[in-house]
């Protein structure tokens, strides 16, 4: 097993890299955590898996995140924040492959969103969506997008 400092110092990150809601660090958590999969078992969703060199990541492709805090009370190690602290970063963002953008009618994120965060606006072609601060980045919209236009991003560099 390669060791957690070692690995850190080999790992470059070549796509985006999500973890957990509520976790510490990426430097306490790389150096903490013991890759037991405690949490990828735990998650209601499966949107945990076991990623590069064993440590859990988040692969919104296959689900999203429910903030349903099972990771959190699964983890044996000290390696999640209190819950009252926001959970994440994470906000989506729309590209510029969003079909109505190309007059094709789609409201498909729209209807994956719980938060209600996407609202649209008619115009005389398609009706265009935009994003809302009640975005949680829980990821849902992602999959659902036929144009693949959402990915999320740290809230600064979202919109
Ligand atoms: S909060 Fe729940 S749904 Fe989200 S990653 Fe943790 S276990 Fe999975
Ligand atoms: S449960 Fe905790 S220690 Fe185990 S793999 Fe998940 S984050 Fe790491
Ligand atoms: S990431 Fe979640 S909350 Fe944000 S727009 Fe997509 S489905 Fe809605």
């Keep these: 097993m390669t060791h957690p400092r070692l690995w850190r110092r080999l790992k470059t990150p070549q796509r985006p890299l999500f973890r957990m809601p509520h976790l510490v660090e990426e430097r306490h958590f790389v150096e903490l955590c013991t890759r037991c999969d ?3 078992e735990a998650c209601e969703t499966g949107v945990i898996v076991r990623g590069d060199g064993g440590f859990p990541e988040l692969d919104f ?5 429910s903030f349903c805090e099972a990771c959190n009370t699964a983890c ?3 390696l999640f924040l209190p819950k009252s ?3 994440w970063p994470y906000r989506a963002r729309l590209g ?3 079909l109505p953008l190309s007059g094709i009618e789609c409201r498909s994120c729209a209807d994956a969103c719980e938060a209600q965060a996407i609202r649209f606006t008619p115009t005389a072609g398609a009706a265009l969506p935009t994003l809302t601060e009640d975005c949680t980045g829980c990821g849902a919209c992602l999959p659902r997008c036929p144009g693949q236009a959402l990915t999320l991003h740290p809230k600064g560099e979202a919109q």
């Design 38 to 40: 405690a949490c990828v």
């Design 61 to 65: 492709q296959r689900a999203e995140c």
């Design 76 to 78: 044996p190690e000290p």
């Design 85 to 87: 602290v926001a959970p």
């Design 96 to 98: 510029e492959s969003c």
